[in-house]
């Protein structure tokens, strides 16, 4: 049910979702109270004579018909226990704005992209994929704008290719998308999950419940939630020979046996490089297949991609040495990835690790190991695991919580380096314990190997 001029509505979060809901709601003339958990939400001024903002709320007020939340509020929020309690419905921006859509007189057709690694590029290469395709889309969700301006938008977007994370699914109860893909499912964001993979498996496995269900599954937890799904339509994607209905490699070329498509074009043409970003590219051209695209738009999207900034790009070479930016590896399962596209591996690593382990990491990229630089508040947990299975390669561990510990990390990983290897920030955690994002980690970086080339 969608609200209605004069419901009075509590929006939990101020940021740019939050916002989004505002002037939604402002918009058809409900009565908004927006709440934060430290201080009460700034507002622009177009809002501030709409909205009344207050900090701490501890429960919805008496006649409440609807309590939107940022996806960064846990169930466990006072807040939202006393709304559950009280019989006050409570969803997210994404279901908010599905419901719109839905309610419109053309409702249209959502591609849902999740997994714990790999989403904002494979939704990147769908954006450009529906764009070859002569079709008005801007990627959505947890990338670009909320779903809920792009719903709204002028020109009318004509299909919905959105990003949703875990923590977004879990407040869109009713989403069923045309076509819902899982990328892979490993150990990330257990704190808000009080440490239960099934509860974020359930979360992720919310975009496999409409008509067309698609998973990489050479990613165990993806192909389980593949199999379990309820939709009709199954596609498998792999990065070895496509299966019987899905999509794979075969000759060196992406090839579809799902759609009728065939070859598409050369695995050797998809940027970024690496095996996952091959996966990332089939599962973005079964999505689109899947929609009714051809497949030469599939294939002309993927050349035109531009991939995103902090993702395994080369920023430069210092005598012989290169200096590779993947600071979006904000887990161990990405930062997997990008270590295994390199044969001698200077790591940089540390930071936030959100209560995944280590160990199988370390374990599996041990022998690649030349050196390794620690940063951040878990810095320790990795040079235990270091210990135990990598205890002869050189290590490093530097202190500090500014910006300017990145000029201090990139020279002790250049007096670690020798010429053809490859000086890799992929940290395998967060980055907010001293950076304000993971891009502000990526950046400086490239600004502390800019100062080292200065030195050379």
Partial sequence: MLPRAGDLVVVTGGGVSGLAVLKYLVGIGATVLVTADRVAPTLPADLRDAVRSVADLPAPPAGTTLLVTSPGFRPTTPILVAATAAGVEVIGEIELAWRVDRASVRPRDWLVVTGTNGKTTTVGMLESILRADGQVATACGNVGWPALEAVMADPRQETIAAELSSFQLHYAPSVRPAVGLLLNLVEDHLDWYGGSMQAYGADKARALTGAVAIAVVDDPGAAALLSASPAPRKVEVTAGPPPVG??????????????????????????????????????????????????????????????????????????????????????????????ASYARVVWIAGGQLKGASIDDLVLAIADRLVGVVLIGVDAPIIAAALSRHAPNVPRMDVTGNDDGVMTEVVGAAATMAAPGDVVLLAPAAASLDMFASYAARGAAFAAAVAWLETRS
């Fill in 246 to 339: 899905g999509l794979g490699v075969l000759d060196g070329y992406l090839f579809d046996d799902a759609y009728g498509a065939g070859p598409l074009l050369p695995a050797a043409e998809i940027r970024p490089a690496g095996v996952h970003n091959v996966t990332n590219a089939l599962s973005a051209a079964a999505m689109a297949l899947a929609s009714g695209v051809s497949g030469t738009a599939v294939a002309q999207g993927l050349r035109d991609f531009l991939p995103g900034a902090h993702r395994n790009v080369q920023i430069a070479e210092v005598d012989g040495v290169a200096y590779v930016d993947d600071s979006k590896a904000t887990n161990p399962h990405a930062a997997a990835a990008s270590l």
